[in-house]
């Protein structure tokens, strides 16, 4: 059974920093692209933040580039965003997502969420 578990949200001020850690199990963790979605309320679900595989490639959000960081051990089945310099608009519930295709579907898997509000 696939569990994915999100980490390492709370509560901050604006310019301070969190490192969100999600760890993976029940899956070939090395053989997927993982990635952090954000959604605030009564907002659709967004990509913050994607990494291959390997690891060896990254995209950001434009709203996140720059003050955010993804990386993944894949070792460890653990992918970590760092993000510095938060703002008010990065309150949102993040989620760690694994997917991947294969040769007739698609496997993709949600984690029940991280809260992340960044409060004065």
């Known amino acids: 059974q696939v569990q994915i578990v999100e980490s390492g949200g709370g509560l901050v001020q604006p310019g301070g920093s969190l490192r969100l850690s999600c760890v993976v199990s029940g899956l070939t963790f090395s053989s997927y692209t993982m990635s952090w979605y954000r959604q605030a309320p009564g907002k659709e679900r967004e990509l913050v933040a994607g990494?291959?595989?390997?690891?060896?490639?990254?995209n950001y959000a434009d709203s996140v580039k720059g003050r955010s960081t993804i990386s993944r051990d894949n070792a460890e089945n653990t992918v970590i965003l760092q993000m510095n310099i938060l703002k008010p608009e990065d309150t949102a519930m993040y989620y760690c997502n694994a997917f991947r295709t294969g040769r007739a579907r698609k496997y993709d898997y949600w984690g029940q969420g991280t809260q992340v509000t960044v409060s004065s």
């Open positions: 990494i291959g595989s390997a690891g060896g490639s990254t």
